[in-house]
């Protein structure tokens, strides 16, 4: 049991260069999530999927796309990537639920440079 | 305005100390009120999680949450060199979407 993996873990890129991060959960959630987190701005949603085949956007979706073609996968691809997209990126997965508490369960973190 | 506010510290305190973490939010529409610990390097552990108004101890840990006030503390009690770390706190609306505090980063002092 694996829980929410990612891939890779560490990438430099050049401006304008493109690539897919890889997020990956074994615990068959519905909700997945893709995080930046910079320094002084603790983390901030780029999107979300509530399931198979959909994707919404969160607070910082701009420059990056995303596709949930299978429940256990979620990746988020940069097409042209720039500076400002020099972050650690975070995935996460959990149940949904309103009449009680899911635990969203994180990944190890993607460390993205962008020169 | 941010919907989630959290004092970025950095927070020095000598070992045993008692601390106190706060954060104010915006949105009444919030359910769940979380903090998580992060260490360096790592990603986001939750820690403790609570619902309603009050208090929730876990250990030497203390959530307290004041819906009325829109504020939320976490208490660490006999605090150790281990507890060293940046604590987020968060909270979850009604669509499962989690909004996360900026972090305070904490440093036990032996």
């Known amino acids: 049991n694996a829980g929410v993996t990612q891939t890779p873990k560490f990438r430099v890129l050049k401006t304008g260069q493109s690539m897919t991060l890889l997020c990956a959960q074994d615990?068959?959630?519905?909700?997945m999530y893709w995080y930046r987190q910079d320094p002084g701005m603790g983390l901030r949603l780029i999107h979300y999927?509530?399931?198979?085949?959909?994707?919404a956007k969160g607070e910082v979706p701009d420059g990056y796309n995303v596709s949930r073609l299978k429940k256990q996968n979620f990746l988020l691809g940069l097409e042209s990537a720039a500076p400002s997209q020099t972050s650690v990126y975070f995935c996460?997965?959990?149940?949904?639920?309103?009449?009680?508490?899911?635990?969203?369960?994180f990944g190890p973190g993607t460390r993205l440079t962008v020169l | 305005q941010k919907e989630v506010e959290q004092d970025p510290g950095p927070l020095s305190v000598p070992e045993g100390a008692i601390v106190s973490l706060n954060c104010t939010y915006s949105?009444?529409?919030?359910?769940?009120f979380m903090w998580y610990r992060q260490y360096s390097r790592k990603g986001p552990e939750l820690l403790m999680y609570?619902?309603?108004?009050g208090n929730k101890e876990d250990g030497r840990f203390t959530a307290q949450v004041d819906k009325s006030s829109k504020y939320i503390s976490l208490f660490i009690r006999d605090s150790q060199p281990s507890d060293s770390a940046t604590y987020l706190c968060?909270?979850?609306?009604?669509?499962?979407?989690?909004?996360f505090g900026s972090g305070t980063k904490l440093n036990v002092k032996p």
């Open positions: 609570t619902y309603s108004s």
């Open positions: 949105n009444s529409a919030f359910q769940y």
């Open positions: 968060a909270m979850s609306d009604p669509f499962n979407k989690f909004y």
């Open positions: 615990m068959n959630h519905e909700y």
């Open positions: 999927s509530v399931g198979e085949g959909t994707t």
């Open positions: 996460a997965s959990t149940e949904p639920g309103t009449s009680a508490y899911n635990e969203q369960f």
